[in-house]
């Protein structure tokens, strides 16, 4: 076994099951190898935290990107948002967005390798939508941002029950069409 070939094996079960306390005993169960094994390939635990979630990252930016080459380029920052969201809400998404909590509870949390995984997700996400962004758009960096604080906030306040808070908030901000 590889480390690329533990990579597809070890997601499939976080997708699943979440990180819990990102015991490797599951994690080599899930793989069909051993605690050690997955040491051996990946260093140590922090970085094999990383190293899956950063192969994570990478899964949901190509089911996005499959989504966005769908259609046409959105026209304004708002439409690209509003595709966003609505694939971020589609059930098969689901599992990334749980594994998204708990990477950002671990962060919050400092556990071993949940922030450094979580900065760099979130810099490749600044990046993609950077890259996705309406042409023509005065300041595609600023708008990155704007558009992922404003798509991390409503995806928080859906996951915690106020769905329709943060659809109210969107609309009283002009940031969905009416």
Do not use: C
């Not at 490797?24 to 140590?44: E, N, V």
């Not at 609505?86 to 749980?98: L, S, T, V, W």
């Not at 595609?140 to 915690?160: D, N």
């Amino acid at each position: 076994m590889s480390k690329e070939s533990l990579l597809p094996l070890l997601t499939g079960h976080v997708l699943t099951h979440g990180l819990g306390q990102a015991s490797l005993r599951p994690l080599a169960q899930a793989a069909g190898t051993s605690d050690r094994m997955l040491l051996y390939h990946f260093g140590t635990k922090e970085r094999l935290i990383i190293d899956l979630l950063s192969h994570v990252a990478g899964l949901y930016s190509a089911a996005i990107d499959a989504v966005m080459a769908e259609g046409e380029r959105p026209a304004t920052r708002q439409a690209l948002m509003a595709r966003i969201l609505e694939q971020n809400a589609d059930p098969a998404f689901a599992p990334f967005m749980m594994l998204w909590w708990e990477i950002v509870g671990g962060a919050a949390r400092d556990l071993p390798g949940y922030r450094a995984a979580a900065e760099a997700m979130v810099g490749e996400l600044l990046v993609w939508l950077e890259g996705h962004m309406p042409a023509g758009d005065p300041d595609p960096a600023g708008g990155a941002r704007y558009l992922l604080t404003v798509i991390e906030g409503t995806m928080m306040l859906a996951a915690v029950g106020h769905g329709e808070t943060a659809r109210q908030g969107l609309l009283a901000g002009g940031l969905l069409p009416t």
